[in-house]
């Protein structure tokens, strides 16, 4: 799981919509799998059922949330 509440200011559902599209990989907010949401608002479930290389991938992409936001020039 990861928390990503230091992502845009965004819930863990606003984030798990546009990942696929920006990092190219696909999250679960852990709110579906909870009865409320008091404590699972910002957090997200991943899964790693793929390629060593493919993961390797996703980790470098999602490693450019920690570098904060893109820069436009």
Known sequence: ????????GEDALAFCRRAPQEYGVVAVPVSAFCVTTEHSASLVRLAYCKL???IS???????????????TP
Do not use: Q, R
Request: charged fraction near 15%; proline fraction near 8%; glycine fraction near 16%.
């Open 1 to 8: 799981m990861a928390d990503v509440s230091g992502v845009g």
């Open 52 to 54: 060593p290389e493919t």
């Open 57 to 71: 991938a996703g980790l470098n992409k999602l490693s450019a949330l920690a570098a904060g936001p893109a820069k």
